[in-house]
């Protein structure tokens, strides 16, 4: 089994910025995949980064340029940097690991854009 936990998740202004960190632990297993999703109230859960264990990257369009996923092997951990926070951003983010063939999912951590 692989745990996830998620932090940073905060209320904040349009254009700020926020950091959200997802620990790891467990049975993981070399090379994995690290993920963010997002689930916004009424809507279903959508793709927002994803990070390969060579650092490859790849990002949902509505985040590119403004938010940035990378990882830290040695505390298996992910982080997603969010910049220019939009009312629209608005989810609670959910991370997620797929190691050994079978996906892994944190309890979530709200993000709240609002004035």
């Known amino acids: 089994q692989v745990q996830l936990v998620e932090s940073g998740g905060a209320l904040v202004q349009p254009g700020g910025s926020l950091r959200l960190s997802c620990a790891a632990s467990?049975?993981?297993?070399?090379?994995?995949?690290m993920s963010w999703y997002r689930q916004a109230p009424g809507k279903q859960r959508e793709f927002v980064a994803t990070i390969t264990s060579r650092d490859t990257t790849y990002y949902e369009d509505s985040v590119k340029g403004r938010f940035t996923i990378s990882r830290d092997n040695a505390k298996n951990t992910s982080y997603l940097q969010m910049n220019s926070l939009k009312p629209e951003d608005t989810a609670v983010y959910y991370c997620n690991v797929v190691t050994g063939g079978l996906h892994f999912w944190g309890q979530g951590t709200q993000v709240t854009v609002s004035s």
């Open positions: 467990g049975n993981i297993f070399s090379p994995y995949v």
